[in-house]
């Protein structure tokens, strides 16, 4: 038998567990493994010719899965085991990480935050061991990786490079970085923590080589897989505090998104500045979703929903006959060796709606029935073109009210860098 040995250092606070108000975080392999599944199908999409079945039967193989194209595959022959490397700590409630001295974190968490409970320690690192156990040489032959095995170790890898964890997992929270990666008794194959910006730089290139097909395929993927239109940056680099970094990506999120809320005759945003108003289309078609040459939704769906509207018409907006669509603009923070912190995005391009377009949830002013949804179809395009736009305008904008941008200019991450591809 071999072993796969992965130690990740857990760089931000991670939700876990219990649904918001329910007060419970727990350590759950679940979570971890589906995020695993998610960076190897993220990578092996385009290797396998975005055939979903091939996809789905390649991933039940490694992962397990209940039912695969008519045949049983239960659990995977890969056992997986999860548990803290250090202390296990102790689950705090949310309000005592994210405070009002930190808007932007508090904007990236979102709503629904009272009662949660999450795990951070802010005065020792948190670690989780990761132990992938594999029959015989099904890891690794003797002279190289084999197939499987350097399927795994990518994901996992690119797991602690970009990914994280837990709930409000795109916005930053319950980011992981890599430690460690290894098979044990075979040292000399082990990889660990990232030491600076280049070195992050040369583990994207490296994982990104191993997957040329990634480059070739131009279509737009059915669910966020890594393609010819995905990007990755550094917005940032940083010493000191992970959650300092996280709460400036987060006040340039709140620039670029709000239209700010009435404080008496002005609006100001959660940061207590102007707001930009780079989206005023969005809020006039939310006070009025039927008036006449509205536009059938709002841009800012392409940070994913259910997209929310408060004091107006619309309520939500959200993918046909679903919950939510995750948004395929995933936040990270990235631990260094040398203890600083990089601020990561990466844009994994996808159909936002692949079902039958959106539904939008209206108030109807009827007591008897205050609730309708309206049917409608994307903007032309905006699948192909405009959503992107809207992402990138949040990682290359300048700062600036609508229309009347600072001069000279100033971008929200000036030091920011693409480094994917």
Request: charged fraction near 25%; hydrophobic fraction near 40%.
């Amino acid at each position: 038998m071999q072993t796969l040995l992965v130690r990740y250092r857990v760089t931000t606070p991670v939700f876990l567990g219990a649904p918001a108000g329910e007060g419970q975080a727990e350590l759950n392999l679940r979570g971890l493994k589906g995020a695993a599944r998610f960076w190897w199908r993220a990578l092996n999409h385009a290797r396998l010719g975005a055939d979903v079945g091939r996809l789905a039967e390649a991933e039940g193989r490694l992962f397990g899965a209940a039912v695969q194209r008519g045949r049983k595959y239960g659990a995977s022959r890969f056992k997986w085991r999860l548990r803290w490397a250090t202390e296990e700590p102790k689950a705090v409630a949310a309000e005592t990480v994210i405070d009002k001295t930190q808007p932007g974190l508090g904007y990236l968490a979102g709503q629904g935050l009272k009662g949660r409970r999450c795990f951070w320690t802010a005065s020792a690192p948190m670690r989780l061991q990761l132990d992938v156990v594999a029959p015989g040489k099904a890891l690794h032959d003797g002279v190289a990786w084999t197939a499987e095995g350097q399927q795994i170790a990518d994901a996992l890898e690119l797991l602690g490079l970009v990914g994280g964890i837990g709930a409000r997992k795109s916005r930053a929270f319950g980011s992981l970085s890599l430690d460690s990666l290894g098979l044990r008794d075979a040292p000399a194959l082990a990889i660990g923590p990232c030491t600076d910006g280049d070195d992050y730089r040369r583990r994207l290139a490296a994982v990104r080589a191993r997957y040329p097909e990634v480059a070739d395929f131009t279509a737009l993927p059915g669910f966020p897989a890594l393609s010819e239109r995905s990007r990755i940056w550094v917005l940032a680099s940083r010493g000191g505090s992970a959650l300092s970094l996280m709460d400036e990506v987060g006040r340039q999120m709140v620039r670029y998104r709000s239209f700010g809320v009435k404080m008496g005759k002005t609006r100001l945003t959660v940061s207590g500045e102007v707001p930009e108003k780079n989206f005023v289309a969005d809020h006039d078609w939310a006070k009025n979703p039927h008036a006449a040459g509205a536009p059938s939704h709002p841009d800012r769906i392409a940070f994913g929903m259910p997209l929310g509207h408060n004091r107006c018409d619309v309520r939500f907006v959200k993918p046909a006959g679903r919950e939510r669509r995750g948004s395929p603009l995933l936040l990270h923070i990235q631990h260094l060796a040398n203890g600083g912190h990089l601020a990561v995005a990466a844009m994994l391009p996808a159909k936002l709606a692949p079902g039958d377009g959106l539904d939008v949830e209206v108030k109807t002013g009827d007591p008897k029935n205050p609730i309708a949804i309206l049917r409608r179809t994307l903007a032309p395009s905006f699948e192909d073109m405009r959503a992107w736009e809207v992402l990138t305008g949040f990682v290359d904008g300048t700062v600036g009210v609508s229309g009347t941008k600072l001069v000279p200019q100033q971008f929200y991450f000036p030091d920011r860098q693409q480094v994917w591809p």
